[in-house]
């Protein structure tokens, strides 16, 4: 098993301004894309500093946003390399009016593979949030093609409306629309036939529901696995492995927070939930207190981590591996830790390669193992 004497971070790139998210299309160009909190995209290319000129740069939409808001999440189409289709996950109005989560597409100019068309914007889905924190903000697509979209319960604390039991409220979900076919009758995406709410009570998108905060998640494109870091409120953070045969599944929120009655404190009824493989307690003094949601390692450099799923805590900055053990119990391993207050994200490169993100320094960095070209 590795350890933190075997791992290493190399930086990539810096002098980024808040960065939350990297992506990489699969366009076989090996470039990343940093997703910068104030509304602006960054190209890393494979080799060479990063440009000077944005990607894309929506910072005009997000005035006024702060702590958890802003340009949160980005995916790729699928099809990408023939399409130039990409999909953005922001937060609006920040400074007055309704906060909305915004759903939007975009394509990348067509004489320019390194510009998006900023006129090109078609708003998907808009929710409206309640209060300002808990927007969720990651977008992925699974093995089918169809679109996931992380939501929040809708902030405050404790989930004092009650969103993520409610399956007719899109908030503390996580979605499933299709973007490719044509849209449902009154909606701009259609419904994927097989969403388990689809012609019985529940809004149609929903495909998971009892979420609190799944600010990062992922799809492992090997099994379709789906697996999200959904933060917790006082005292435990957890990771949720949902594969593609549980759509529907309840994951507990707010009745648990991750294994531990919340609502009631106790003696709470786990029937019909799903409960997460793996929770962790609060630590004061590591500063444990944030899950981010990682991905299941599929590159070739650490032959070590072939198949593992590595995730870490933006507080303490730790990063961690879980394995399963020969009892089926998953067990958690220290391999990295980077800085308090630093780790936002994780990205996957196009050959399966791990990425940091480090918020408060502003830079990406490859992770690496010692002694390796």
């Not at 990682?294 to 590159?299: C, F």
Request: glycine share 12%; with cysteine; aromatic share 10%.
């Amino acid at each position: 098993m590795l350890t933190t004497s075997q791992l290493e971070l190399v930086p990539i790139a810096d002098n980024f301004s808040e960065p939350l998210d990297l992506q990489s299309p699969d366009d076989n160009t090996g470039r990343l894309f940093a997703v910068e909190q104030g509304g602006l995209i960054e190209i890393i290319p494979p080799s060479g500093p990063v440009p000077g000129t944005p990607f894309l740069d929506i910072s005009g939409k997000l005035i006024g946003c702060s702590g958890e808001e802003g340009l949160l999440g980005l995916a790729f189409h699928p099809k990408y390399k023939t399409n130039r289709r990409f999909f953005v996950n922001y937060t609006r109005n920040c400074a007055g009016g309704t906060l909305q989560t915004v759903i939007a597409e975009y394509t990348t100019s067509i004489t320019d593979a390194n510009i998006a068309d900023a006129t090109s914007e078609r708003i998907l889905l808009t929710v409206d949030q309640p209060y300002t924190n808990h927007n969720g903000g990651g977008l992925a697509f699974d093995k089918n093609g169809f679109l996931f979209i992380g939501l929040g319960d809708g902030g405050s604390g404790g989930d004092p409306l009650g969103n993520g039991q409610n399956i007719n409220v899109l908030l503390g979900k996580m979605l499933r629309i299709d973007v490719d076919s044509p849209p449902a009758p009154g909606l701009q995406y259609a419904i994927p036939p097989d969403n388990p709410f689809v012609s019985i009570a529940g809004l149609d998108e929903i495909w998971l529901y009892g979420l609190r905060n799944p600010f990062r998640f992922s799809v492992d494109h090997v099994t379709g696995d789906l697996w999200i870091g959904d933060v917790g409120q006082d005292s435990y953070e957890e990771v949720d492995r949902i594969t593609p045969q549980q759509p529907g599944a309840n994951l507990g929120w707010n009745t648990m927070e991750g294994t531990h009655c919340y609502n009631p404190s106790s003696n709470c009824s786990t029937t019909g939930l799903t409960l997460p493989i793996f929770d962790y307690a609060h630590d004061p003094h590591l500063g444990d207190e944030t899950v981010i949601g990682g991905y299941v390692y599929h590159g070739s450099r650490i032959p070590q981590l072939k198949g593992v799923y590595v995730f870490g805590d933006f507080i303490s900055g730790r990063i961690w591996t879980l394995t399963q053990d020969s009892q089926n119990q998953w067990m958690r391993t220290e391999v990295l830790n980077t800085a308090i207050n630093d780790l936002s994200s994780f990205g996957q490169g196009q050959d399966g390669e791990l990425y940091v993100v480090r918020y408060s320094s502003g830079s990406v960095a490859h992770i690496h193992q010692i002694g390796t070209p």
